[in-house]
């Protein structure tokens, strides 16, 4: 007979303490709260935000301006900020640029422009990632998840730097590219295979692997990757990419997990 939901024992688990999911309830004292700045002058749009992220545990700071946001982020340092263009007082590109001076936490672009230029030119100024307004809450959530997940990941110990792609497990530490084996596969001869990539592409491989799922300027990949002063030269980009194409993915006419975003920049899709 089956077990029905008896009276937990003394020295019990509590329920759900031991694998709350990625959209579990974040236990009192155990998960750090993130703390996440909303830079927005439409109330409508602050409330709601407001509600979703205290919703999932986050504590909410809110600025309307740009000139609070940066007094009240200098004062409360946020996990993380999402970031509205359109602002009363200076333009938001103005405002991450300012907060990139000292500011090195995620910021989430949130604008109701929808050109590729204003896009380029918020993640030029260092901006992580863009929600086109009007956007689902589902994906700002996941998309500020994926932030603070590579943020924790860049800052946190004992960081494992792997990433797979297709059916090559890269290990950015070690600088290796092998086979990511099934156990089936570790049988056969070709697991123990190994690729050869060109410090170039380890170096682009490098930004875009640590940002799993984030959009990266093409500007911001050119300038990490050949120095400042080389932001137009998208060319060498594409030769790189169509060559870490035909290295990794299965089928590289149609890659999977190395992505062009047309006239804005690349992103790794795990
Ligand atoms: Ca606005």
Excluded: C
């Excluded at 998960?31 to 409508?44: K, Q, T, W, Y």
């Excluded at 900020?81 to 359109?86: E, H, K, P, Q, S």
Aim: aromatic share 4%.
């Amino acid at each position: 007979m089956a077990e029905l939901a008896s009276a937990p024992r003394p020295g019990d688990p509590r329920p759900g303490a031991e694998d709350p999911g990625p959209e579990g309830p974040a236990l009192e004292g155990t998960v750090h709260r993130s703390g996440i700045l909303i830079v927005e002058d439409e109330a409508e749009l602050v409330r709601a935000l407001r509600i979703n992220l205290r919703a999932r545990q986050y504590e909410v700071l809110t600025a309307g301006t740009g000139q609070e946001a940066l007094a009240v982020a200098a004062r409360h340092p946020p996990d993380a900020i999402i970031l509205d263009l359109g602002l009363p007082d200076i333009d938001g590109t103005e405002v991450i640029v300012e907060l990139r001076r000292w500011y090195r936490a995620p910021i989430i672009v949130l604008s109701g422009r929808t050109s590729p230029g204003d896009k380029i030119g918020a993640l030029d100024v260092g901006a992580d990632d863009y929600v086109t307004k009007p956007f689902a809450m589902a994906e700002l959530l996941a998309r500020l998840r994926a932030v603070l997940r590579r943020d924790e990941g860049e800052s946190g110990p004992g960081q494992r730097r792997e990433a797979v792609i297709g059916r090559w497990r890269v290990d950015l530490t070690a600088h290796q590219v092998g086979r990511a084996a099934t156990e089936e596969e570790a049988a056969e001869e070709e697991a123990g295979e190994t690729l050869r990539l060109t410090p170039t592409e380890w170096r682009i491989l490098e930004i875009l692997l640590q940002r799993p799922g984030q959009l990266v300027g093409s500007a911001q990949l050119l300038t990490s990757v050949w120095g400042p002063g080389f932001q137009q030269r998208t060319n060498y980009l594409r030769f790189h990419m169509a060559r870490l194409r035909r290295k990794l993915e299965d089928n590289p006419a149609r890659p999977r997990h190395l992505l062009t975003e047309p006239g804005m920049g690349y992103r790794y899709q795990p």
